[in-house]
């Protein structure tokens, strides 16, 4: 089996930059293997993600960081009611047996 060690180009290096530049709105979390982009709004969150390989043998942040922020930026998201989307956060990073 082939396994896969995904880093950032030097020209994603740049635009993840960039991003966090002009998305200060935007947080971040991760489990380890997920990441959401997400920003709040008044009644809703928009929200991205990013979900590692199976086949990754080391879990790079900047990497799930670069894929979720670019998804945002590229309109490739979903909106929630802010109530359903942190009551799925929560159970998605803090209950999981």
């Known amino acids: 089996m082939?396994?896969?060690?995904?880093?950032?180009?030097?020209h994603e290096k740049e635009y993840l930059k960039d991003l966090r530049e002009t998305q200060k709105d935007v947080k971040i979390v991760t489990d380890g293997k997920t990441t959401i982009a997400y920003r709040e709004f008044k009644n809703t969150v928009e929200f991205s993600l990013s979900v590692s390989c199976d086949t990754e043998k080391k879990f790079r942040a900047?990497?799930?960081?670069?894929?979720?922020?670019?998804?945002?930026?590229?309109?490739?998201?979903?909106?929630?009611?802010n109530t359903d989307f942190f009551t799925m956060l929560d159970f998605v990073y803090y209950t999981q047996a």
């Open 2 to 10: 082939k396994t896969s060690n995904t880093k950032l180009l030097a």
């Open 62 to 81: 900047k990497v799930g960081e670069y894929h979720a922020r670019r998804r945002l930026d590229d309109f490739e998201s979903v909106k929630m009611d």
